[in-house]
């Protein structure tokens, strides 16, 4: 119970965070934003505004100061034939 608590606790903020502040990026997403400090902690999650200008993307950066862990990590099983894109 702590666990899913926990859970929806976090992305309920994160989801709170990414559309109330921080930069805007380029988009039409409404009042989406991202905050690319928590993108570290997020595998690139928070990146909001992106996600919602291009939400079946797997890669959520664009721009060459964001940073997406999240993609890395796809990038890297690709290579190794673990996960297709």
Same mark, same amino acid.
């Given at each position: +119970?702590?666990?899913?608590?926990?859970?929806? /606790?976090?992305?309920? &903020? =994160?989801?709170? =965070?990414? !559309?109330?502040? #921080?930069? /805007?990026?380029? #988009? $039409?997403?409404?009042?989406?934003?991202? +905050?690319? %400090?928590?993108? %570290?902690?997020?595998?690139?999650? #928070?990146?909001? *505004?992106?996600? !919602? #200008?291009?939400?079946?993307?797997? *890669?959520?950066?664009?721009? *060459? $100061?964001?940073?997406?862990?999240? @993609? @890395?990590?796809? %990038? &890297? &099983?690709?290579?190794? *034939?673990?996960?297709? +894109?």
């Amino acid at each position: +119970v702590c666990h899913l608590l926990g859970y929806l /606790i976090l992305f309920g &903020l =994160l989801n709170t =965070l990414g !559309h109330n502040n #921080s930069y /805007i990026a380029n #988009s $039409k997403a409404g009042r989406a934003a991202n +905050v690319n %400090w928590l993108s %570290w902690f997020t595998a690139g999650e #928070s990146l909001h *505004k992106n996600h !919602h #200008s291009n939400p079946t993307a797997a *890669k959520f950066s664009i721009h *060459k $100061k964001e940073h997406d862990p999240g @993609w @890395w990590a796809i %990038w &890297l &099983l690709t290579k190794f *034939k673990l996960a297709k +894109v």
